[in-house]
């Protein structure tokens, strides 16, 4: 069964950039059919689709959040990454990694549901605070 597990600091600095790392074990991110997405969710709200990378390194991005945003991936670590440049106190959330079979039309447009995703990472609090 394939497991994802987030990992990177825990407080960013305003201005700076957030750099997010998902480490996935139990399947490939290369494997075909899959693909491999960043969701936040910020305190007292909703989820949010960031973005994500297709098992053929293709990219997708949230308009709202596609001028910050970047996703890579390291297929030799079997890890993909999320940098969120120019942080403000309003990107404070619980950043999340999780894989789907597809990339949804609704994301697009702001709506994101758990169901949308069959794994999930466990989530890690990023504060962005001076």
């Known amino acids: 069964q394939v497991q994802l597990q987030e990992s990177g600091p825990g407080l960013v600095k305003p201005s700076q950039t957030l750099s997010l790392t998902c480490t996935v074990s139990g399947g490939s991110i290369t494997r075909n059919e899959y693909y491999w997405s960043w969701i936040r969710q910020p305190p007292g709200k909703g989820l949010e689709w960031m973005g994500a990378?297709?098992?053929?390194?293709?990219?997708y991005y949230s308009p709202s959040l596609k001028s910050r945003t970047s996703i890579s991936r390291d297929t030799s670590k079997n890890q993909f990454t999320l940098q969120l440049s120019s942080v403000t106190p309003e990107d404070t959330a619980v950043y999340y990694c999780?894989?789907?079979?597809?990339?949804?039309?609704?994301?697009?447009?702001?709506?994101?549901?758990?169901?949308?995703?069959?794994?999930w990472g466990q989530g890690t609090q990023v504060t962005v605070s001076s």
């Open positions: 999780a894989r789907s079979n597809n990339v949804r039309s609704n994301w697009y447009v702001g709506i994101v549901q758990t169901k949308d995703f069959g794994s």
């Open positions: 990378i297709g098992y053929s390194g293709s990219t």
